[in-house]
C-alpha cells in the first residue's frame, strides 16, 4: 500500500483538479502531478493499463493519444470508471470507456489524427489500485500522418513542455530497453527542463524483447545515464498477448517470473516490476504534495484575496431577476420626481417604496462617478499612481510649468522689439525731431505686446480640457459593464466641458482686453519714467536684467532644479551617459550621482539658449539641447550640448525650470528686406537710443506687470468656469441629462464581454473557496505523519560494517556527517 496517513493528499489534489477543470483553466496553480512522457510506442499505455489491470486505453499506429488524459486513480471496493464531462455516469465496462475516450477526442480534434491540449478527466476506482494521479501525454513523433499539420512534432512538443516545465510536476519518462538509451525522446526532453534530474523517474520497457546476450542491467542499477529518482523497468503485454486478450493478472505474475529468473535482474527483482513502480510512483507524488501543499494553500489565499474585491458586486447576482434593471433606474426617477413638484402623487409613492427597498444601482454608479473624478482632480491617496501624472496632478503642471513655459515662448525678439520701439518713436515724431521721448510709442509697444498673450492663454485652456477628458474616461472606466451608460455618460460630461470651454475662452479673452482697455502707468511695481532713464544710464555698461525676471529677486546659489539627465555623446566621444543636473540662477552643474560629492563640469548661463532636437531612430528619450548665441563651444569641443529625458513631460518641466534661470528657447527669425538693412535697425542717433533703451525699460517693467497677472488669473478662471462648474453639473446635473436622453431600459443593458468575465469570475472564486476547503481537510497532524524515503538508494550496499564514531564528552555537539554529492544518489 501506499503511505498511511497521507492516504488524503492525492485525492485532495484529484478534487483540486475536477474544481479547476471544471471551469476550464487552472487559475494559474501548478497542482502536483506526473506526466507520462515517451516516443510512439515506447509501452506508456501499456504501463497504465497494468496499474489498473483492465485493457480501457484506445490502441492502433500512429499517434493514439491526442489529447491529454488525466488518469486519476482511486483505491476503492468498487470498480468502475468516471469522466469529469460525463458527470454521474458510471462506466463499469471498460470497453465502453476506450469508446468513450475515442468519441471525446474525435469530439475536439476530428478524426483525422488531430491533437489538442484539451485535457479529457478520467478517475478510476479499484481495489487493484493505489492512489495515484497520472497524465498521459501523446507520443513524441517526427512524421505528420493523416490531416497532421506538418509541424505536428513541434506541437507535441509545445504540448509536452506546458505540464513537463512546472517544478510540481513529476516526470515519468518511459523509454523502450531495445533503443540506445542515448537517443531516448523521453529522456532527452527531461534533460532540457529537469537538468539535475530532481523531478524525473525512468522506466525501462520491453526488457523482454532485448538482443539475446545483451541486458539493461547497467541502466537498472543506475549506472549508465544516471537519475537522482533511478530507473524502474517492467515487461509489459506483447502486441500478441494483447491481440489474445491475455488477463493483465496473468502477465504481471509473468512479470514478476522474468525478473526473478533472469540471471542480469535476479538480484534487483524486489526494485523492478508494475507492482513496485506503482508504489514508487504513490510514494513519491504523495511526498510531493506534501512538500508543494503549503505553497499551494499560499497561492489559493493570495489568488481568492486578489479576486475578493473584483467579484463583491457579483456575489448576490442573479442573472435570471427580472427586475434587475427596473431597480437600477427607479432611483433615477425618484431624483426626477424630486425636482418636478408636478409628479402625480403615486408614482411618488412607487419611486419611494422602491428606492427604500431597491439598491439603486445608476444612481450609485453616477454618484461613484463623481466622487472618482473628484479626487482625480482634489488628489486623494487612494490607489496613488505612482508611474503617470495624471488628473488635478497633471492640470497643476500645466497651470505652473507649461502655461508659464508658453509665455516665454512668444517672448519678443530684442532687436525685433527695438526696432519697433525705434520705428514707432520715428514715427509719432514725423517729420519732426522729437527732443522728449513720446509715451505714445509705450503705450503701442505694450499693446501690442499684451495682444500676443491671447495664444497661449487660449493652449494653456485647450490642454486642461484635453486633460479633463482623459480623466472622465479614467473615471468611467468602472462603468465598463454597462457600455451604454458609460457612453452617455461620457457624451453629456464632453458636451458640458466643450460648452464651458466657450464661456471660459471668452473670460480670458475679457481679462486680456480689460489689460488692454487702461494701461496702469502708478502701479506700484512699475519702475516709472525717471527709473527708467536711471536704469538706461545704469546699464549702458552693465547686462541688462532679463524679461520677467525683474521682480524676482534672485539669489546665485539658489537651486531651481535637480535631476537625472542623459548626455547624447557620439560613440566616438565616450557614448551617452547619465549624469545628476544641479541647475541654479548662474549656472548648470553635473555631476557623477546624486550625492554631489564627484562634479564633473559646471557650465556657466550666459549666452546660453534652448533648442529643440529630434530624437534619435533608435532612442526611446525625449531631447533637447542648450548652445551659446556667440557660436562658442558650450562643452568640451561641442557647440551644443544634447539632454535626453524619459519623456516629453520631463522636457517640458526642465525647459520650464531653464526659463526661471534665464535660459530661453530659440526663435527662428525669418530673414526680411528690413533685416537686411541695418542702417534701419541701429540708429546711429545717440538721443533716439537713450529713448529706445528707456521704452525698452518701461516696456520690460509693465510686461511683466501684466504677465504677474495672468499666471495669476488664468489657473483661478479655468478653475471657476471650468472645473468647478463641472463637478457641479457631474453630482447635481448628470442624472436627470441620463435619465431623459435615451431609453433608460438600454443604460442597463450588459455587455457580453462583461457577462461572460462575471461567470468566469464567480467559477473561479468558488472553485477557489471550495480548493481552500477541501486544503482546510487535511489536518496538521496528518501532514506531518513521518514518510518513508521516496526512492532507496540504487547503488550496491557497501558490504563493510558502518564506523561507529567516538563518543564525545557531554555538551560538545556533533558535527553532522558529511554527504558526498554524487549524481545516482537523493
Known sequence: MGNRGMEDLIPLINKLQDAFSSIGQSCNLDLPQIAVVGGQSAGKSSVLENFVGRDFLPRGSGIVTRRPLILQLV????????????????????????????????????SNKGISSMPINLRVYSPNVLNLTLIDLPG?????????????????????????????????????????????????????????????????????????????????????????????????????????????????????????????????????????????????????????????????????LSLEKEVEEFKNFRPDDPTRKTKALLQSVHTRTDTHSHANTLEQEVMTLFSVYFLPAMCRMVQQFGVDFEKCIEGSGDQVDTSNLSGGAKINRIFHERFPFELVKMEFDEKELRREISYAIKNIHGVRTGLFTPDLAFEAIVKKQIIKLKEPCLKCIDLVIQELINTFRQCTNKLGSYPRLREETERIVTTYVRERDGKTKDQVLLLIDIELSYINTNHEDFIGFANAQQRTTANATKKRVMPNQSD?????????????????????????????????????????????????????????????????????????AIFNTEQRNVYKDLRQ????????????SWKASFLRAGV??????????????????????????????????????????????????????????????????????LLAYLYSAVDQGSLMEESPEQAQRRDEMLRMYHALKEALVLIGDITTTTISTP????????????????????????????RPPHVPSRPNHW
Not at 523502450?176 to 531516448?184: G, V
Not at 560613440?571 to 541647475?583: A, E, H, N, Q, T
Not at 535626453?644 to 513631460?649: F, H, I, K, L, S
Open 664 to 733: 530661453y528657447p530659440e526663435k527662428d527669425q525669418p530673414e526680411s528686406e528690413d533685416a537686411l538693412n541695418p542702417s534701419d535697425t541701429v540708429s546711429m542717433d545717440p538721443q533716439l537710443e537713450r529713448q529706445v533703451e528707456t521704452i525698452r525699460n518701461l516696456v520690460d517693467s509693465y510686461i511683466g506687470i501684466v504677465n504677474k497677472s495672468i499666471r495669476d488669473l488664468m489657473p483661478k478662471t479655468i478653475m471657476h468656469l471650468m472645473i468647478n462648474s463641472a463637478k457641479d453639473f457631474i453630482h447635481s446635473e
Open 75 to 110: 483505491n476503492s471496493k468498487v470498480e468502475y470508471a468516471e469522466f469529469l464531462h460525463c458527470k454521474g455516469r458510471k462506466f463499469v465496462d471498460f470497453d465502453e470507456v476506450r469508446l468513450e475516450i475515442e468519441a471525446e477526442t474525435d469530439r475536439i480534434t476530428g
Open 140 to 304: 513524441m513523433t517526427k512524421v505528420a500522418v493523416g490531416d497532421q499539420p506538418l509541424d505536428i512534432e513541434h506541437q507535441i512538443r509545445e504540448m509536452l513542455m506546458q505540464f513537463i516545465t512546472k517544478d510540481t510536476c513529476l516526470i515519468l519518462a518511459v523509454t523502450p530497453a531495445n533503443m540506445d538509451l542515448a537517443n531516448s525522446d523521453a529522456l532527452k526532453i527531461s534533460k532540457e527542463v529537469d537538468p539535475q534530474g530532481l523531478r524525473t523517474i525512468g522506466v525501462i520497457t520491453k526488457l523482454d524483447l532485448m538482443d539475446e546476450g545483451t541486458d539493461a542491467r547497467d541502466i537498472l542499477e543506475n549506472k549508465l545515464l544516471p537519475l537522482r529518482r533511478g530507473y524502474i523497468g517492467v515487461v509489459n503485454r506483447s502486441q500478441k498477448d494483447i491481440d489474445g486478450k491475455k488477463d493483465i493478472g496473468a502477465a504481471l505474475a509473468a512479470e514478476r517470473k522474468f525478473f526473478l529468473s533472469h540471471p542480469a535482474y535476479r538480484h534487483i527483482a524486489e526494485r523492478m516490476g508494475t507492482p513496485h513502480l506503482q508504489k514508487t510512483l504513490n510514494q513519491q507524488l504523495t511526498n510531493h504534495i506534501r512538500d508543494t501543499l503549503p505553497g499551494l494553500r499560499s497561492k489559493l489565499q493570495s489568488q481568492l
Open 552 to 624: 524676482i529677486p534672485w539669489d546665485a546659489e539658489k537651486v531651481i532644479r535637480r535631476g537625472w539627465l542623459t548626455i547624447n555623446i557620439s560613440i566616438m566621444k565616450g557614448g551617452s551617459k547619465d549624469y545628476w543636473f544641479v541647475l541654479t540662477a548662474e549656472s548648470l552643474s553635473w555631476y557623477k550621482d546624486e550625492e554631489e560629492k564627484e562634479k564633473k563640469y559646471m557650465l556657466p548661463l550666459d549666452n546660453l539658449k534652448l533648442r529643440d532636437v529630434e530624437k534619435g531612430f533608435m532612442s526611446s528619450k525625449q531631447v533637447f
Open 787 to 814: 514518510v518513508p524515503p521516496p526512492v532507496e538508494d540504487k547503488m550496491p550496499k557497501d558490504p563493510r560494517p558502518a564506523r561507529v564514531p567516538p563518543a564525545l564528552p557531554p555538551g560538545i555537539p556533533r
Open 641 to 652: 550640448i544634447e539632454l535626453a529625458c524619459d519623456t516629453q513631460e520631463d522636457v517640458d
